[in-house]
């Protein structure tokens, strides 16, 4: 059953909304909701919410580098309060730079993860690619949605991790370099 429900979740993050990638010579700052699962052996998977604040910067028409902090909380299936910090690094591919900007990225992200099963604050650290769209309406902003499957290595162990992302995105010109 709550299985059901935390793929249910996953969906309709997806489908609310989608993200645009920023293009040469012009940068964003990203704003995001984010639903994030890990999964480490031997551990009741954690299902964590939380917000995200970046920087996106538009290195060519079709690559993008983000640098983001991360804060999230929740809990485990066994009734245990989790919670983490991260910070990460992806770079992005866009297909296509329309209005519906698609994009594919890898990246990495470390931080500190608490379970809740024991005493420890662990350090965390994550591969991961996904995928997403963003939908930019104006010339300003944006919003997307981004889906990601990962690597986790977690101080109890390895596992997989998954989640979603939301955002929101304002970019910020640079016609004078």
Do not use: C
Not at 58 to 79: K, M, V
Not at 108 to 126: F, K, S
Request: charged content about 10%; glycine content about 18%.
């Amino acid at each position: 059953m709550v299985r059901s429900r935390t793929f249910y979740a996953i969906i309709l993050a997806l489908s609310l909304s989608a993200p645009a990638g920023a293009a040469e010579a012009e940068s964003s700052v990203v704003l995001g909701a984010r639903y994030h699962m890990v999964d480490l052996a031997g551990r009741a998977p954690a299902h964590l919410g939380g917000l995200t604040a970046g920087m996106e910067w538009g290195l060519s028409d079709f690559w993008n580098l983000q640098a983001t902090l991360s804060g999230e909380g929740g809990g485990t299936l066994a009734g245990e309060a989790a919670a983490g910090g991260t910070v990460g690094i992806q770079i992005s591919t866009l297909i296509d730079a329309t209005q519906w900007v698609p994009y594919l990225s890898v990246g990495i992200r470390g931080g500190l993860l608490d379970l809740g099963l024991d005493a420890a604050i662990d350090p965390y650290l994550e591969l991961y690619g996904g995928g997403g769209v963003d939908y930019r309406p104006a010339r300003g902003w944006s919003v997307g949605v981004f889906g990601f499957g990962g690597l986790t290595w977690s101080g109890p162990g390895f596992g997989a991790s998954a989640g979603g992302l939301l955002t929101f995105k304002m970019f910020i010109p640079h016609f004078f370099e």
